[in-house]
């Protein structure tokens, strides 16, 4: 049974509704790396790390457990408070364009707010009983206001039966349609074989064939379409690559303009330099997508050294074909020390790969990543509150982490992740 505050009304069991949001539009302190996003909004939110509802990006369930997820009432009465006080705050690093990734235009573009981030998808479906204002809704808000969003979802079908409708209804005046004022929808995939597969890391995610269409009519109503293409596992042989190619080609084929590529593994990206490079003849056939800035993230490579440079030339090869490279998503967004983003990482993608029966692609990454850290690290390592949070972190925690460091037992490893699942499953 949930505990719900007692200023929130519960209207269902998971769920609440939180009357007074407070602000809905969030500044960003710092523009982000990859989108000039100065204001965002999220209508819906997860509670905590076991909400019901999948991770945007990562395409999986927050943990086990009901589910809890904050409704936000009254949005639409928030927003036409805060949208005008907004027009005299956007700054012009927040008024150019994403798609052109012209920077260094100082023409004042459609400002950009972020709607849904990677754990809030605006277009979350919630159960029919529920009463609660949708994305579609906060979108046409924005579009009427004079302002351009940037949506991540998984379901953008629902866009593309939202822009038809309010263009046939006249609802909006012309302007508000013209290209450079729709919004931008970055759709995300992961790297799954199958549809099988598919549906145990996006539970809630529309099958990869609604998405394309969806994205094809969409491109077809001249939305600017992006992808955010996740790698879950290991980056393996000739198995990764031939899922990435195949996905690259779909995508291409319905119109997507840019797409993004990120992984959770940290040594992933190089391996993905190469097999892109090597495959520079498909990439050519497939990638003429329109180029997007690419303004460099405070926490990734040294592109200075000469160890980089052969990533360096592959990263500005792959930004010309429109292909542009995420960090790691725990090394660059979390707060934690490197040493507990590494435990936090292999303990997360444990869990996936378990399900999926790829504990030995786990292993054989695994190691890369102990082998950053001395072996006494790990023992300071799993006594910080920080692990202490998470489920299940303890005992099994500490003897997963020193077994491996001190022995490099992959067959003892396998055994005790097995006891520690087995027990916080």
């Not at 391996?271 to 497939?286: A, E, G, I, P």
């Amino acid at each position: 049974m949930n505990n719900y505050p007692p200023s929130h009304q519960r209207v269902s069991d998971g769920y609440y509704i939180d009357e007074d949001p407070g602000t809905l539009l969030k500044k960003n302190s710092v523009l982000d790396g990859w989108f000039p996003l100065r204001y965002s909004l999220d209508i819906y939110k997860t509670c905590n790390e076991k909400g019901g509802y999948y991770n945007t990006a990562v395409g999986v369930g927050g943990g086990s457990g009901a589910a809890r997820i904050k409704v936000y009432s009254n949005v639409l009465e928030h927003l036409n408070k805060e949208l005008p006080a907004l027009k005299h705050q956007i700054t012009h690093a927040a008024n150019r364009t994403i798609v052109t990734g012209d920077y260094d235009n100082t023409q004042t573009m459609t400002p950009l707010i972020g709607l849904g981030s990677h754990f809030n998808d605006p277009f979350m479906p919630l159960p029919a009983h529920i009463k609660h204002v949708g994305g579609g809704e906060v979108l046409a808000k924005l579009m009427y206001a004079g302002y351009r969003g940037l949506v991540l979802t998984r379901n953008p079908q629902r866009l593309t039966s939202l822009i038809e409708a309010y263009k046939d209804r006249n609802r909006f005046p012309t302007k508000y349609f013209a290209q450079e004022n729709l919004p931008i929808v970055i759709t995300a995939f992961t790297l799954a074989a199958n549809e099988e597969e598919r549906t145990l890391l996006e539970p809630p995610s529309p099958s990869l064939t609604e998405r394309m269409t969806a994205l094809n009519a969409l491109h077809h109503l001249g939305v600017p379409l992006g992808a955010l293409i996740l790698s879950l596992a290991p980056w393996e042989e000739g198995v990764e690559w031939a899922r990435l190619e195949k996905l690259l080609t779909r995508l291409y084929e319905v119109g997507v303009n840019f797409m993004m590529l990120t992984f959770l593994f940290a040594n992933q990206t190089k391996q993905v330099y190469r097999h892109l490079y090597k495959r520079r003849d498909v990439c050519h056939s497939l990638a003429k997508f329109a180029p997007i800035a690419e303004k460099k993230p405070e926490h990734t490579y040294d592109f200075t050294s000469a160890k980089h440079k052969l990533e360096r030339l592959f990263r500005n090869r792959m930004r010309e074909l429109g292909l542009v490279f995420m960090p790691p998503a725990h090394f660059y967004r979390s707060h934690l020390s490197i040493k507990d983003r590494i435990a936090v990482t292999l303990i997360q993608m444990y869990y996936l790969l378990k399900e999926l029966g790829r504990r030995r692609a786990f292993l054989r990454n695994a190691s890369y990543h102990l082998s950053l850290m001395h072996e006494n690290e790990f023992a300071e390592l799993i006594r910080t509150h920080k692990l202490a949070t998470l489920p299940g972190i303890g005992a099994y925690t500490e003897r997963i982490i020193l077994k491996m460091a001190l022995k490099n037992d992959y067959e003892e490893f396998d055994k005790i992740l097995m006891e520690w699942y087995t027990a916080t499953s």
